[in-house]
């Protein structure tokens, strides 16, 4: 007996260069950053100039006002994508709160949920007592009000799951997802992640730890220069991207638009360090492989990676020495590419926008670049696309999101075909 598939019928990203499939697409292709001048805090106070902050997105131009204001920024960004996703998969009016549907899920991530309420809502607290903090606090913070809200708004009673995996928090919800459908525990899911951690605190906390660029020249968006020797580390970002994930007799019975197949989902730990990876790569690997064997696909038969590529120095070196262990001499022979200098490194909703832009590269037949390589690292001599995207159809693709904590998930997406 065959198991069952699943597939992307719905896209909703929402990122600095773009909100929407089209948008997205367009920002894609433009080949240009996103990336900004910090506005939100001085500069100078933490040395780092750069952020992936999104430009004049309205959340409540997607929910109505009574529930946007009970939402913390990440759950607005999160309601707002599955809004956008569902729409695009043209369930929209077959999903409402008035029909609840068991058999519809909800899969999601973030790395830090609701964390920018609890630090304006702390700030209250010190200034006015607890009168002065807003009674819904506690529903805004948790991880999982975006799953919630989601869940709510569109009455999906399946299964339902939040994750806080780091910056693989977006390829594990799509894994999850992919395992709910294998499994017969739904037909249908919305998946994907969100991230809104551009706050004073939380920036600044990262910003301690001196994992972000501190590129301060024009363009600011050479802030994040994955695979290249000058790279200084990541730039933060914000964010969500989601999805429709529908079991593929479902999708097909009513017609659907399908981008892609999700074939298979690898994920594990270095177990190493909090924040840097494990030097030897092979926990990454096995990763790889795990998703690889999953899918069914042989190394040779891949045709194009998106990189986790964060634009530190550890890290992209490293996962280009995974790469060529996973892939072999097909490593050399295709396109390696990384995208967050489009959209910065928006935490646990990376993947998850990555996913988008490896299933619109399936669907529409080009590979965006890696922007601002303009001197590789001798380490990262793959083909990683330097500023200039490709016309490509890949077949299959592999999609690489490895987080702090050690955190490794890997996602296999292919065309759909017969199978």
């Known amino acids: ?25 367009r920002g894609l292709r433009a080949e240009k950053s996103g990336i900004s001048r910090l506005t939100f805090v001085d500069p100078e106070m933490f040395g780092v100039h750069a952020a992936g902050a999104l430009p004049n997105f309205q959340p409540g131009d997607w929910i109505a006002p009574k529930r946007l204001k009970r939402m913390d920024r990440y759950a607005q960004l999160a309601v707002a994508s599955a809004r956008m996703a569902v729409r695009d998969a043209g369930l929209e009016e077959e999903w409402t709160h008035e029909r609840p549907n068991p058999r519809v ?32 606090i506690a529903l805004q913070v948790f991880g999982g009000s975006a799953h919630a809200n989601i869940a709510i708004e569109f009455g999906l009673r399946g299964p339902g799951t939040t994750n806080s995996n780091s910056c693989a928090s977006g390829a594990v919800a799509l ?29 600044g906390a990262f910003a301690l730890i001196r994992s972000m660029s501190e590129w ?26 989601s999805f429709v994930v529908e079991e593929y007799e479902h999708a097909k019975a009513r017609g659907a638009c399908i981008y892609a197949e999700i074939l298979g989902y690898g994920i594990n730990n270095d177990a190493h360090h909090m924040t840097n990876p494990l030097p030897t790569g092979e ?27 964060s634009s530190t120095k550890a890290n992209d070196a490293t996962e280009v020495r995974a790469i060529k262990t996973a892939l072999g001499a097909r490593a050399y022979e295709i396109p390696v590419s990384g995208t967050k200098g489009y ?46 995207g490709r016309e490509l159809s890949p077949r299959y693709v592999l999609s690489n999101s490895f987080g702090f904590g050690g955190i490794n998930a890997c996602l296999v997406l292919g065309r759909l075909e017969d199978r």
């Not at 007996?1 to 929407?20: C, E, F, K, N």
């Open 105 to 136: 899920g909800v899969s999601f991530g973030t790395a830090l949920g609701g964390i920018c309420v609890a630090e304006t809502q702390h700030a209250l607290f010190l200034q006015g007592g607890p009168k002065a903090v807003t009674p819904g």
């Open 1 to 25: 007996m065959s198991r069952r598939r699943a597939v992307i019928t719905g896209l909703g990203p929402i990122t600095a260069i773009g909100a929407g499939v089209e948008d997205f697409w």
């Open 343 to 388: 959209t910065a490194h928006a935490l646990g909703a990376t993947g998850a926008m990555e996913a988008a832009a490896c299933a619109l590269a399936i669907s529409r037949g080009w590979i965006p670049p890696t922007l601002h390589l303009e001197t590789p690292d001798p380490e990262c001599d793959l083909d990683h696309v330097p500023n200039v």
């Open 216 to 241: 301060s020249e024009d363009p600011i968006g050479r802030a994040c220069r994955s695979f290249d020797s000058t790279r200084m580390g990541f730039v933060m970002g914000e964010g969500a991207a």
């Open 283 to 309: 926990s990454a690997v096995a990763c790889m492989r795990e998703a690889l064997d999953d899918a069914g696909v042989r190394p040779e038969q891949i045709d194009y990676v998106n990189a986790h590529a």
């Open 175 to 203: 894994g999850d997802a992919l395992r709910f459908i294998r499994e017969n525990r739904a037909d249908a899911l919305v998946v994907g992640a969100a991230e809104a951690p551009l706050s004073p605190l939380t920036f």
